[in-house]
């Protein structure tokens, strides 16, 4: 036990630190040993999109809508700039969802076109393509700061209320859970536990410089702007439109200016993917 105006003494470097130091970054899941989709069979099939249905997420509401595999879905910016909290799941079985973290060790912390949403342990499967993104141009900026982010959770009452002692009920943590609630009949209780980490699209989002913390900024995003996802397996998906609205300042709160989101939902002409390779849960069985 150390007493508790103890200093720790600072840690030495061992003399031996710039060499252990010095080994050259290995990419953990290395470009090229994931099985690319075919964008160009995809890119063939948008030509024919054809829009079924649309719904309007409410600015600091949430909104959750279905999607079967081999068709389109757009997240559309309409009235300003909005940044929207998602989630995924098999529209059959609620346990395998949108697994944020593996998907950011397949691909990167933020996704754009050709990349992946991955499905959770022990499903593990391609649950959506990026197909279109028009704010790819974006990349990354001078903060190392890029768009639609795999590494936040998503904002949440739990958190807000440990860090500024208040009750808010619109965190995007709750908007989620209603709206999959109202889809599937659930009480929000047996809603929340399927809510899990998102993909913030449109998110303007990096990790300092200095001290490797998350941050965020206002976001680029613009009306008309979207972001188009190919469902790969049926899917019910779940979208808040974050009470930080652009995220250049705060969340968890009315403080910030907020717009409502559109999702709208496209069918191709399915002839041109009979036979798309629809991604079977992982193959791989524990033998005890
Ligand atoms: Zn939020």
Redesign the pocket.
């Given at each position: 036990m150390t007493a508790k105006s103890a200093i720790p003494a600072p840690i030495q470097a061992p003399a031996d630190a710039a060499e252990r130091r010095a080994h050259r970054p290995v990419v953990v899941y290395p470009n090229g040993t994931l099985p690319a989709p075919d964008m160009a069979r995809l890119e063939e099939a948008r030509a024919t999109l054809e829009k079924i249905d649309e719904i309007i997420v409410p600015p600091r509401d949430g909104g959750a809508f279905e999607v079967p595999k081999g068709h389109f879905f757009r997240v559309v910016s309409i009235e300003g700039p909005q940044?929207g909290?998602l989630n995924l799941w098999n529209a059959a079985d609620l346990s395998e969802r949108f697994f944020s973290g593996k998907t950011r060790a397949l691909h990167a912390t933020h996704v754009s076109v050709g990349d992946r949403l991955w499905s959770s342990l022990p499903h593990l499967r391609p649950m959506a393509t990026i197909t279109h993104d028009t704010l790819a141009w974006y990349g990354w900026d001078e903060d190392g700061a890029g768009l639609h982010d795999v590494i936040g959770t998503?904002?949440?009452p739990y958190t807000n209320r440990l860090l500024s002692g208040g009750d808010y009920h619109h965190?995007?943590?709750s908007?989620l859970t209603r709206a999959l609630g109202g889809v599937k009949g659930l009480a929000f209780r047996e809603a929340e536990p399927h809510v899990h980490d998102?993909l913030?699209v449109f998110m303007c989002t990096g990790f300092t410089k200095d001290t490797h913390q998350y941050f965020m900024k206002a976001s680029p995003v613009r009306p008309g702007d979207y972001i188009e996802f190919f469902a790969e397996i049926d899917l019910i998906g779940a979208l808040?439109a974050?009470?930080?609205g652009d995220?250049s300042a705060t969340?968890?709160s009315d403080a910030a200016a907020c717009y409502p989101l559109k999702v709208e939902i496209f069918r191709p002409d399915m002839g041109l993917l009979k036979d798309w390779p629809f991604p079977a849960r992982n193959g791989y069985r524990n033998p005890e």
């Open positions: 940044v909290d998503r904002c949440d965190c995007c943590h908007n998102v913030n808040s974050c009470p930080g995220c969340h968890s």
